[in-house]
């Protein structure tokens, strides 16, 4: 059922976009073998589904807001949204240590993004060894690869020049947040 209401938030956030729609595919469109590898890790992404979607999407969009990446923060907003995340929590991201929008797991998951967003990555052991008294390894592991991914679609989608649609228009988006180190 979890990969059901993923596939549909995912729809009805793609229904919204309202221009640059083809950004991303027409660049990838030049490198077919790039576009067809990039939509089968992104199917497979969303049945991936051990890990709750939403601590997925908490981590993926705290990731597009480390980055800056307009178009991640744009599409993300929504689908989190649509997911279930409240406004509210799209909008103390940046504050989440002391916000009390987010439960203890949902802090460490946050800080676990941050922690892998940052270059070099720092502070991994302790998290990973607090996320698994709470989630299992294969959990950890989606975990993990969903960040990584996020912070491999930011920076193509940057390197590219792939521009927001207007997905979120109306609706809370997250901001860009101060860059790591």
């Not at 660049?27 to 051990?50: C, D, H, K």
């Amino acid at each position: 059922m979890r990969t059901v209401r993923r596939i549909r938030s995912h729809l009805r956030a793609f229904r919204r976009a309202r221009r640059n729609r083809t950004d991303l595919v027409g660049w990838l469109g030049r490198r077919p073998q790039l576009l067809v590898s990039t939509a089968v890790y992104e199917t497979m992404s969303i049945f991936a589904n051990r890990l709750d979607t939403h601590l997925k999407d908490l981590a993926e969009l705290k990731t597009a807001g480390l980055v800056n990446c307009e178009f991640c923060l744009d599409i993300g907003s929504v689908i989190a949204q649509y997911s279930g995340m409240t406004e509210r929590e799209v909008i103390e991201l940046p504050r989440y240590r002391t916000s009390d929008a987010y439960t203890e797991l949902e802090k460490l998951v946050i800080a676990y993004a941050e922690a892998v967003t940052t270059t070099p990555a720092v502070g991994l052991e302790e998290l990973r060894a607090q996320l698994l008294t709470h989630l299992g390894k294969a959990e950890l592991t989606e975990l993990a690869a969903a960040i990584a991914w996020e912070n491999q679609r930011a920076r193509l989608n940057q390197a590219l020049g792939v521009r927001p649609t207007g997905m979120a228009e109306g609706m809370v988006c997250a901001l860009p947040e101060s860059r790591l180190g």
